[in-house]
T-cell receptor
């Protein structure tokens, strides 16, 4: 089955700097890669996702890049702000084309701290 | 407002006392799922349901039961809770599939079993 790993487990950056969170996956059939943000005491919420036919996707200050050859994808946050402090979960699945029964596998999460 | 509603938010119980955590969604989603979140272990799937009367095991189903008698409801049942089931539980739903469409999470239920 799919194995998703996130590195590092914690990341601390200065406000205004960029943050990059990396995930690796094991199943080359995976084709959909969402990122979820979980603020302290809150529920996870989808912030961005990418499909395997796209190499990069941007949404304002966040972007996700995908390297299918190396089987890794990364979340990039520019001009970080204190409200970016949260746990970020990456996930992978082959459900996009293979059907509803495919499994979404989450990484263990990375805690991002943005220092004011 | 489109949402996934879990109840209760907090629950403290004793070993062996049956409990049910309710989950309801108002988005007419086909897919619903339960996760538990533990420090350092991320989100682990307990059970999921593709549609009414269709349920299947996730990664950590032992000690849990679910039912899907109606499309909107997906309760999580702990027949005989044990301390190792102390955790933060999330219900989630999506329009279709296991993550091929965005997951909408409930606000979580923090369960403590003593």
């Amino acid at each position: 089955g799919e194995n998703v790993e996130q590195h590092p487990s914690t990341l601390s950056v200065q406000e205004g700097d960029s943050a990059v969170i990396k995930c690796t996956y094991s199943d080359s059939a995976s084709n959909y890669f969402p990122w979820y943000k979980q603020e302290l005491g809150k529920r996870p919420q989808l912030i961005i996702d990418i499909r395997s036919n796209v190499g990069e996707k941007k949404d304002q200050r966040i972007a996700v890049t995908l390297n299918k050859t190396a089987k890794h994808f990364s979340l990039h946050i520019t001009e970080t702000q204190p409200e970016d402090s949260a746990v970020y979960f990456c996930a992978a699945t082959d459900a996009l084309y293979t059907g509803a029964n495919s499994k979404l596998t989450f990484g263990k999460g990375i805690t991002l701290s943005v220092r004011p | 407002e489109a949402q996934v509603t879990q109840n209760p938010r907090y629950l403290i119980t004793v070993t062996g006392k049956k409990l049910t955590v309710t989950c309801s969604q108002n988005m007419n989603h086909e897919y619903m799922s339960w996760y538990r979140q533990d420090p350092g272990l991320g989100l682990r799937q307990i059970y999921y349901s593709m549609n009414v009367e269709v349920t299947d095991k996730g990664d950590v189903p032992e000690g849990y039961k679910v039912s899907r008698k109606e499309k909107r409801n997906f309760p999580l049942i702990l027949e005989s809770p044990s301390p190792n089931q102390t955790s933060l539980y999330f219900c989630a739903s999506s329009l279709m599939g296991q993550g091929s469409s965005p997951l909408h999470f409930g606000n979580g239920t923090r369960l403590t079993v003593t």
